[in-house]
């Protein structure tokens, strides 16, 4: 059966600080992995990652995949408390319907 | 700019009552989805379509049903709410291909008393 499984669930650091979340896969057919933030409202897509070892760059966000390990981590350097949200990694589904496999999700809160 | 919207925010339905949620987006996608958020649990799909009067199940359709009339409607049906389905329902499209990300509506919070 394919998953995604996010680590750590929750995170509480203070602003300024770098953080990572972990993504890892077991999914048949792999051919990309994305990530979204999502406060109280719509995810909004971060990234995509579909080669390993090039890493995805937005400002203080990056992120970078492993295929031969079958994770990406997230980093979110700097951080700000308007980073705080609930981060999801996501994985393709089976077939090519464009159906995505979702983890459970990185709550990060970030204190003044 | 792209836009996915969902008939309502927030959503206070009866035991037994059939509800419906929609979703319409305006970017005539192929794709649409409908998933449940659950705290710990992420999101789970529901349904999802591929085309307009087709769908396929995701893995938790026990208690919904879909329709998808037209191509940038996708409506979700519980023929009879029951408690264990409060919860946010998310809607997303996509165009057709693997390589593609999701774009989402902003969630209906649905609470069933």
């Known amino acids: 059966e394919d998953k995604v499984v996010q680590s750590p669930l929750s995170l509480v650091v203070h602003e300024g600080d770098t953080v990572t979340l972990n993504c890892s896969y077991e999914?048949?057919?792999?051919?990309?992995l994305l990530w979204y933030k999502q406060e109280k409202k719509a995810p909004t897509f971060l990234f995509m990652l579909?080669?390993?070892?090039i890493e995805k760059k937005s400002g203080r966000l990056s992120s970078i995949l492993d295929k031969k390990e079958l994770f990406s981590i997230l980093n979110i350097t700097a951080t700000q408390t308007g980073d705080s949200a609930v981060y999801l990694c996501?994985?393709?589904?089976?077939?090519?319907?464009?159906?995505?496999?979702f983890g459970q999700g990185t709550t990060l809160q970030v204190k003044p | 700019d792209v836009k996915v919207t969902q008939s309502s925010r927030y959503l206070v339905k009866r035991t037994g009552e059939k509800v419906f949620l929609e979703c319409v987006q305006d970017m005539d996608h192929e794709n649409m989805f409908w998933y449940r958020q659950d705290p710990g649990l992420g999101l789970r799909l529901i349904y999802f379509?591929?085309?307009?009067?087709?769908?396929e199940k995701g893995d938790i359709p026990e208690g919904y049903s879909v329709s998808r009339e037209k191509k940038e409607r996708f409506s979700l049906i519980l023929e009879s709410a029951s408690t264990n389905q409060t919860s946010m329902y998310l809607c997303?499209?996509?165009?057709?291909?693997?390589?593609?990300?999701?774009?989402f509506g902003p969630g209906t919070r649905l609470t069933v008393t």
């Open positions: 999914v048949t057919n792999f051919r990309s």
């Open positions: 379509s591929y085309d307009v009067k087709m769908k």
């Open positions: 997303a499209s996509s165009s057709s291909g693997s390589l593609r990300q999701q774009y």
């Open positions: 579909t080669s390993s070892g």
């Open positions: 996501a994985s393709n589904g089976s077939g090519n319907t464009g159906k995505l496999i």
